[in-house]
């Protein structure tokens, strides 16, 4: 899904739009999955009591929570996730009811990160680290290709400097 026109500024271009990287998907559908197969079990044992119907109420009410709660919560998380390199700027857009969002300059941006262990590797995802001229450094997890965007925003950053130098030179 490409990122909003109207929320980019004239003359700006995304460079890179990403969601979090898959695999923070990987617990709530193994949660989806002993949901159901534990209902299912539970509701053939309830099957030969007189109270089925109780006890499949129950199951239901409680499978449906657990389902919302730890399964299309972070879906609709990960979903509504943005990461967005510009030709301007670097933003982060996250929530589902409450909307929050992050975006720094090219020309703020001091320095750029990334880290990622030997599973994050394996996956080709990790921490993105963003260093700004005024705030702490600022960790993104869970990044897709971190590596490639890590390059893209260096050399996003670096093109900033470069038109915010001669800009500055056509003022003077």
């Avoid at 460079?15 to 990987?26: F, G, T």
């Avoid at 499978?63 to 609709?76: H, M, N, R, S, Y």
């Avoid at 703020?108 to 030997?118: A, C, E, K, L, M």
């Avoid at 394996?122 to 490639?148: H, R, Y």
Wanted: aromatic share 12%.
């Amino acid at each position: 899904m490409a990122y909003p026109d109207e929320l980019l500024g004239e003359d700006e271009s995304v460079v890179v739009h990403h969601h979090p990287h898959w695999k923070m998907l990987v617990f709530p559908i193994l949660v989806f999955l002993v949901v159901v197969g534990g209902g299912t079990y539970l509701a053939a044992l309830a099957e030969a009591t007189s109270w089925r119907v109780i006890v499949w109420s129950a199951l239901g009410v409680v499978g449906g929570f657990l389902i919302i709660w730890f399964t299309l919560a972070p879906l609709f998380r990960w979903r509504t996730t943005h990461y967005v390199v510009t030709t301007q700027r670097f933003m982060v857009r996250e929530g589902v009811f409450t909307r929050s969002g992050v975006d720094i300059p090219m020309a703020r941006i001091n320095s750029v990160r990334f880290r990622h262990g030997i599973v994050d590797r394996i996956l080709g995802s990790g921490t993105l680290i963003v260093e700004s001229a005024a705030d702490e450094p600022l960790e993104f997890d869970d990044i897709p290709g971190v590596e490639q965007v890590h390059s893209l925003l260096y050399r996003e950053i670096d093109g900033a400097t470069d038109w915010t130098e001669s800009r500055r030179e056509g003022e003077r």
